[in-house]
């Protein structure tokens, strides 16, 4: 339900995700369940059976809480709108979310800061994921072109017996600024846990990932897997860190960061450790500038350097 | 359409390339046939302009002008393509975009049509990426059904038959007939003289250097007759 006073403040939401690429259908259509937060105020909230969500502003935030009922499989979306439309401003969002077993939900958030030039957005998450319930979540940041933000989303979350945890970090249109990304997962028995990071970064932008996958029961699962693009003198840091600490326990981390010009830096450290003779953990890291003969065999094809270029880019954060 | 001329191409001061000649005509099939270590994917990548070969002597002529100084973007525009013997695996590039990129914004009914001509049900590719979830063989027919979507005048296919199952390989070699008969000449680059029997012409390659040319059935026996079992290693020999 929204407010007659926040209307035109949610509108103002509205056209910057509109304007910023997105769909606005997903935050105006019905029978959608949604949350929009503008800096440190709830402009709307709209509930779905079995999805209660609750809120409570603070002096820089706002208190999530959001609840999915025991045996309950959302169909539709949920959307969660953040943002700071100003130049300047802070916004923390203290999330906790409760998947109760047997649930499934699909979480999208969108993200939107397209003026920043002196903005924070902090977000720390405390999710447990119920037995045999499954968490997908898709957080797509839409950036201005100044820079001028800092992004720094922090998430703990419990994957129960049989549980699945999917996520999907997307930052890849206007400049980064300032990230500090820190997703830590704990699986119990069967738990399935999969961390993606996909972020394009250029100009000045200073990038840390961090995902850690804690596989504590027997047959869990993990991936950690980022994708990296870094151009002019962007750099990053990737941490993908995996223990296998349960028989059976299967881990991956697999890391690409390419380096598109001269000035730019990145760096990986995969860290995988085994405390259990049963389980496995694997890595795989790669950082290099764009592969030559991709882009020669797209060019074989018509495409101008750039283009083929663009197309590389495009695929590997797609 | 294509001709190449005393073609020179040394690295570190070895010669790679001595003296080649071949034409191409159009709407030819030319073969040629060369064992390992002859040269002939440097040939492909020369005329495409790849890998930064640059000939170090002698002419590349198509249609009238000389390539040589040409980007690889600007020999594919005028007509040029390579199918390569082992295609790069790109990462989030789907079959479907791969090849309407390729046929510049080729409407999914063709896609579609140049998935089944080399073979492969378009409803079980389309979808997937050119990555490493790709067999070899299947990542050759998707390459050859990219050059199949440009449409190019000249098509350079190196080694096609490579790394390729018996059952997919009449597969690649109707793709190759289909490519001909829309109207792309091609070079057909291999080591396999059976490969060749669908060419118009066959050259055999030694050390670098066209060393005969004529009939695909005559020249394909005189290569396994003389070059299977080659006993000079790479030094072409005067015929006698």
Known sequence: ?318 | MLEVEHLQLALNGKSIIDDLTVHVSKGEIHGILGENGTGKTTIAYLIMGVNNYKPTGGRMIFEGQDIADLSVSQRAKKGISLAWQEPARIEGLKVEDYLRLSGKNSGIESVRRYLQMVGLEPSQYLDRDIDGTLSGGERKRIELASVLAMQPKLAILDEPDSGIDIISLPFIMNGIIEMNKQGSSVLLITHNERVVDIAHKVSVLCAGKIIRTGEPAETSLWFKDNCRACVHINEPVEEG
């Open chain 1, 1 to 318: 339900m929204i407010s007659y006073s926040v209307e035109k403040e949610y509108q103002e939401m509205v056209d910057a995700y509109e304007k910023a690429g997105g769909d606005k259908s997903a935050l105006l259509g019905e029978d959608i369940a949604r949350l929009v937060i503008h800096e440190n105020k709830v402009l709307g909230t709209d509930e779905a059976e079995g999805i209660k969500i609750e809120t409570e502003e603070t002096e820089t935030g706002v208190n999530v809480y959001l609840l999915v009922e025991e045996g309950v499989k959302i169909k539709r979306p949920v959307h969660l709108c953040f943002g700071v439309l100003p130049q300047e401003g802070l916004q923390e969002i203290i999330l906790k979310v409760n998947a109760q077993d047997n649930s499934e939900v699909n979480v999208i958030a969108h993200c939107i800061f397209p003026n920043a030039i002196k903005v924070i957005h902090k977000m720390d998450a405390d999710i447990e994921i119920g037995n045999n319930a499954r968490f997908d979540y898709t957080e797509t940041h839409y950036h201005g072109e100044f820079g001028g933000i800092e992004v720094i989303p922090k998430a703990r979350i419990k994957v129960g017996e049989g549980g699945v945890w999917q996520s999907a970090f997307t930052l890849k249109q206007g400049l980064v600024g300032k990230l500090d990304y820190d997703f830590e997962v704990f699986c119990q028995d069967k738990g399935v846990a999969e961390l993606v990071v996909k972020v394009y970064g250029k100009g000045h932008d200073d990038i840390k990932v961090w995902e850690k996958i804690h596989l504590n029961g027997a047959g869990a699962r993990g991936l950690a897997k980022s994708r990296l693009v870094l151009s002019d003198k962007a750099t990053a840091e990737v941490k993908g860190e995996t223990y296998g600490n349960a028989p059976h326990a299967r881990g991956h981390v697999d890391c690409i960061e390419l380096v598109n010009g001269e000035e730019a830096l990145a760096k990986a450290i995969p860290i995988v450790s085994v405390t259990n003779g049963k389980a496995k953990v694997t890595h795989e890291a790669a950082i290099g500038s764009i592969d030559r003969r991709q882009v020669e065999t797209l060019m074989a094809r018509g495409l101008d350097e750039d283009e083929a270029v663009d197309v590389i880019v495009r695929g590997i954060l797609r």
